[in-house]
């Protein structure tokens, strides 16, 4: 079946600007998480939504960073003002309920902001 | 929260050899230990997962072991082959939170 995807695949942006980024989790898993992976670095996690629970927005760096999950699905991490900083290759994941199960990671969004 | 240390943070051996990679975690509650591989430019992928009611669990050629008392798991991968080579991510969760906690990852180099 269809895995996990995200898009775009590559985002390069100005410092200061807007981007969005989107998740398209496989279908019927309830479970959706984003991390960060800077260059040769682990996995930050970013947040966590859970059916129709309040997300876990623990892990959000700065309040420049928010996600919405629309319908239980698609999820977009939405990032504002960007910074230089904020270059990385952005992973969704999803699993079929909570967290100790298996999650399936998306191919990564790579952003790069100049 | 959870703290997960990993090591070493780069292996390299020969084709044939086997490779060991360590990780050790702080939350006592910790019930659920995967490890995923994460090649060149890919996704991270899951490659073998123990919960805290076994000990060892062996999938071919690799295997993980956890030691609850000591609040550690080892990946072991024996008989290494060139394919092997791929950074490797350790983590720990708990059910009921919702972190799952990774260590740094090693990056296992295969020599021919």
């Known amino acids: 079946g269809a895995g996990v995807s995200q898009s775009p695949s590559n985002k390069v942006t100005e410092k200061g600007k807007d981007v969005e980024l989107r998740c398209d989790p496989i279908s019927g898993h309830t479970a959706l998480y984003w991390y960060r992976q800077s260059l040769g670095q682990g996995l930050e996690f970013l947040i966590y939504f859970q059916g129709n629970s309040a997300p876990d927005k623990s892990g959000l760096p700065s309040d420049r960073f928010s996600a919405e999950r629309t319908g239980g699905s698609v999820s977009t991490l939405t990032i504002q003002r960007t910074q230089q900083e904020d270059s990385a290759v952005y992973l969704c994941?999803?699993?079929?309920?909570?967290?100790?199960?298996?999650?399936?990671f998306g191919p990564g969004t790579r952003l790069t902001v100049l | 929260g959870e703290n997960v240390e990993q090591h070493p943070s780069t292996l390299s051996v020969q084709e044939g050899d086997s490779a060991v990679i360590k990780c050790t975690y702080s939350d006592s509650a910790s019930n659920y230990f995967p490890w995923y591989k994460q090649e060149l430019g890919k996704r991270p992928q899951l490659i073998i997962d123990?919960?805290?009611?076994?000990g060892e669990k062996k999938d071919q050629r690799i295997a993980v072991t956890l030691n609850k008392t000591a609040k550690h798991f080892s990946l072991h991968i024996t008989e290494t082959q060139p394919e092997d080579s791929a950074v490797y991510f350790c983590?720990?969760?708990?059910?009921?939170?919702?972190?799952?906690?990774f260590g740094k990852g090693t990056m296992l180099l295969v020599s021919p």
């Open positions: 994941a999803s699993s079929r309920q909570g967290v100790t199960d298996t999650q399936y």
């Open positions: 983590a720990a969760s708990t059910s009921g939170y919702s972190t799952l906690t």
């Open positions: 123990i919960r805290s009611n076994v």
